[in-house]
């Protein structure tokens, strides 16, 4: 059985007694950073069995191997650093190839950032079924122009991991692109000096350089976006001018006449 677990993101005491169970019983774990690793199994006051290095420059590699021992029916534990495996971690390739196999996947849970942003944001589950994780953004200008015209129009939040120091340029490039949406930033979380910032992108763009983990989590356009992205279009008719701007904010074709009409009444 291949056991796939969710550790601690920063706090010891979401550890689960399922986590701790699978991790007193596992003979073999393979993880993203041994020492990591060694250093979780320490201060849960667990004795350390063999550990394994699976990250994304061997992931390929060690598979056969780690497949070979699953299929002999000896048992293997999957960590990432923290958090889930396989979301924005390695994991995932090892994950398919035992499902490939035959082999019995175990998933116990944990705390992971990406849900934990998404709930804590207010921005998930009010006007729309859920949200689209999306990790880590490009880094290149153009690059993260093509992402946000693949991603920033689908009319679902967004969830983005980002590197502290690159968190007001990511909202910057989204500003540019998408207009000013509500957005929150969230940072360090479960942990001491869990903060949150917002309420949007124009505000977070302004942000100085953060220290620790971040999750930034971009709303769906409002009624004050449509009618920003409205401005500069040409349209013979309501309606033709509502369909251009729900093309270009991800809104429905309603919410964008419905701003529009609001709009001109005033």
């Given at each position: 059985?291949?056991?796939?677990?969710?550790?601690?993101?920063?706090?010891?005491?979401?550890?689960?007694?399922?986590?701790?169970a699978a991790l007193q019983a596992t003979?073999?774990?393979?993880?993203?950073?041994?020492?990591?690793?060694?250093?979780?199994?320490?201060?849960?006051?667990?004795?350390?069995?063999?550990?394994?290095?699976?990250?994304?420059?061997?992931?390929?590699?060690?598979?056969?191997?780690?497949?070979?021992?699953?299929q002999t029916g000896q048992p293997v534990?999957?960590?990432?650093d923290s958090g889930l495996p396989a979301?924005?971690?390695?994991?995932?390739?090892?994950?398919?190839?035992?499902?490939?196999?035959?082999?019995?996947?175990?998933?116990?849970?944990?705390?992971?950032?990406?849900?934990?942003?998404?709930?804590?944001?207010?921005?998930?589950?009010?006007?729309?079924?859920?949200?689209?994780?999306?990790?880590?953004?490009?880094?290149?200008?153009?690059?993260?122009?093509?992402?946000?015209?693949?991603?920033?129009?689908?009319?679902?939040?967004?969830?983005?991991?980002?590197?502290?120091?690159?968190?007001?340029?990511?909202?910057?490039?989204?500003?540019?692109?998408?207009?000013?949406?509500?957005?929150?930033?969230?940072?360090?979380?479960?942990?001491?000096?869990?903060?949150?910032?917002?309420?949007?992108?124009?505000?977070?763009?302004?942000?100085?350089?953060?220290?620790?983990?971040?999750?930034?989590?971009?709303?769906?356009?409002?009624?004050?976006?449509?009618?920003?992205?409205?401005?500069?279009?040409?349209?013979?008719?309501?309606?033709?001018?509502?369909?251009?701007?729900?093309?270009?904010?991800?809104?429905?074709?309603?919410?964008?006449?419905?701003?529009?009409?609001?709009?001109?009444?005033?």
């Open positions: 059985m291949l056991s796939v677990l969710g550790t601690p993101i920063g706090n010891l005491q979401d550890a689960s007694p399922r986590l701790i003979t073999l774990v393979a993880c993203e950073d041994t020492r990591r690793a060694g250093r979780l199994f320490q201060l849960l006051g667990l004795p350390t069995p063999k550990l394994v290095a699976l990250h994304g420059h061997n992931e390929a590699a060690q598979i056969p191997a780690l497949l070979k021992r699953l534990a999957l960590l990432s979301l924005s971690d390695p994991g995932a390739r090892l994950i398919a190839a035992a499902h490939g196999a035959g082999v019995r996947i175990e998933v116990i849970g944990g705390p992971t950032a990406l849900a934990n942003a998404a709930a804590g944001s207010g921005l998930v589950g009010i006007d729309n079924p859920g949200f689209l994780f999306l990790g880590f953004p490009p880094r290149t200008s153009k690059a993260r122009r093509e992402f946000w015209q693949t991603w920033g129009n689908m009319g679902l939040p967004l969830v983005l991991y980002e590197s502290p120091n690159r968190v007001a340029a990511l909202c910057q490039s989204a500003l540019d692109a998408l207009g000013n949406r509500p957005a929150r930033v969230a940072r360090e979380l479960t942990k001491l000096h869990e903060t949150w910032h917002g309420p949007d992108l124009a505000t977070l763009s302004g942000l100085g350089e953060l220290k620790g983990e971040c999750v930034v989590i971009i709303g769906t356009a409002t009624s004050a976006s449509v009618i920003a992205a409205a401005k500069p279009m040409a349209a013979d008719s309501l309606k033709e001018l509502a369909a251009l701007v729900a093309r270009h904010t991800g809104v429905s074709n309603q919410q964008a006449y419905k701003a529009l009409v609001a709009l001109k009444q005033t």
